[in-house]
């Protein structure tokens, strides 16, 4: 009997893009908020009031809206993908 030799289906670089993809969309959002805070309370000459939680918000909304747009419609690709995959499996046996 002779072993079936498995395919690799995943290109060498995907596991770099993961990392990368990691870092952009986790890392890089959670750095930006401990160094927006740490530079706003040594920075200031009070103690971080309402104010700076006013900035603190406005500048945490800009760094995840992209990437919550960019989650909603890559997912309605998806579901629209998906649909047209099932309508092509549901219709295959027409063609046989």
């Not at 993809?21 to 000459?45: A, K």
């Not at 890559?74 to 046989?96: G, H, M, P, Q, Y």
């Amino acid at each position: 009997m002779q072993m079936v030799k498995t395919i690799n289906r995943y290109p060498a670089w995907w596991t770099l893009y993961y990392a990368l993809r990691f870092i952009y969309f986790i890392s890089i959002p959670v750095l930006s908020i401990f160094i927006l805070f740490g530079v706003l309370s040594i920075t200031s000459s009070r103690y971080v009031t309402q104010e700076d939680y006013i900035y603190t918000c406005v500048c945490l909304f800009l760094l995840i809206a992209p990437a919550i747009l960019m989650y909603s419609r890559a997912s309605s690709r998806k579901d629209k993908i998906k649909k047209i995959v099932a309508e092509i499996k549901n219709t295959r046996f027409l063609f046989t």
